[in-house]
């Protein structure tokens, strides 16, 4: 397989469930983020990695647990989650070394983990 | 801290219409600005890009010029298809990896 992929394409979870959300990418990209799409809002960053070290953590509650075991894989682990955490989970990567300075960084994304709390 | 605003939708236009989606942005220093595009039930796709001022970004019909001046990265495609239809995102990156995306704006055109 190409590109990024994420798995589980839907997933319905109760609020006392814990699940997880996988990521994997054979571009031999160095960076992978997950980003939060909900309606009507712009995505939200939720966290990146670069060579596996998280660098950035956007505010996020602590019951969305990321794990980065491998540059080609991330995982978002859920527990305890709200309705309000409902969403689509954007994972994405990128070649990091390419930005830098100058930001020109382009994202390659996955499918989207579309996730129902009940 | 660095945004990007982006005119709301939807955008409902006729086969063969003019298309413009307005992208604002506010950022310290120089960044690269993006358009990237959602269709239905798949993740972001990058359309376009611009690293510098004046640059002007374009690929499949789309086409966007980064204004300095105005701090905009407007979308126009002189004739849209349906299968234009989807959410367009403006994005900028200003430093090392961190993307910043507007809200979206969805286009729909119909035949």
């Known amino acids: 397989e190409t590109g990024v992929t994420q798995t589980p394409r839907h997933l319905v979870m109760g609020m006392t469930n814990k699940k997880s959300l996988k990521c994997e990418q054979h571009l031999g990209h160095n960076a992978m983020y997950w980003y939060k799409q909900s309606a009507k809002k712009p995505l939200e960053l939720m966290f990146v990695y670069n060579f596996k070290e998280q660098t950035e953590n956007n505010s996020v509650p602590s019951r969305f647990s990321p794990e980065c075991p491998n540059s080609s894989h991330l995982f978002l682990h859920l527990h305890t989650l709200q309705p309000e955490d409902s969403a689509l989970y954007l994972c994405?990567?990128?070649?990091?070394?390419?930005?830098?300075?100058?930001?020109?960084?382009?994202?390659?994304f996955g499918a989207g983990s579309r996730l129902t709390v009940l | 801290g660095d945004s990007v605003t982006q005119m709301e939708g939807p955008v409902t236009l006729s086969e063969e219409a003019f298309l413009t989606i307005n992208c604002t942005y506010t950022a310290t220093g120089y960044p690269s600005l993006f358009w990237y595009v959602q269709y239905p039930g798949e993740g972001l796709q990058l359309l376009l890009k611009a690293t510098k001022a004046d640059d002007k970004g374009s690929n499949k019909g789309f086409e966007a010029t980064y204004r300095k001046e105005t701090t905009s990265f407007h979308l126009e495609k002189g004739s849209v298809q349906v299968s234009d239809s989807a959410v367009y995102f403006c994005?900028?990156?200003?430093?090392?990896?961190?993307?910043?995306f507007g809200a979206g704006t969805i286009l729909r055109v119909k035949s």
């Open positions: 994005a900028l990156s200003a430093r090392g990896n961190k993307l910043v």
């Open positions: 994405a990567s990128s070649d990091g070394t390419s930005g830098g300075l100058s930001g020109a960084n382009v994202l390659t």
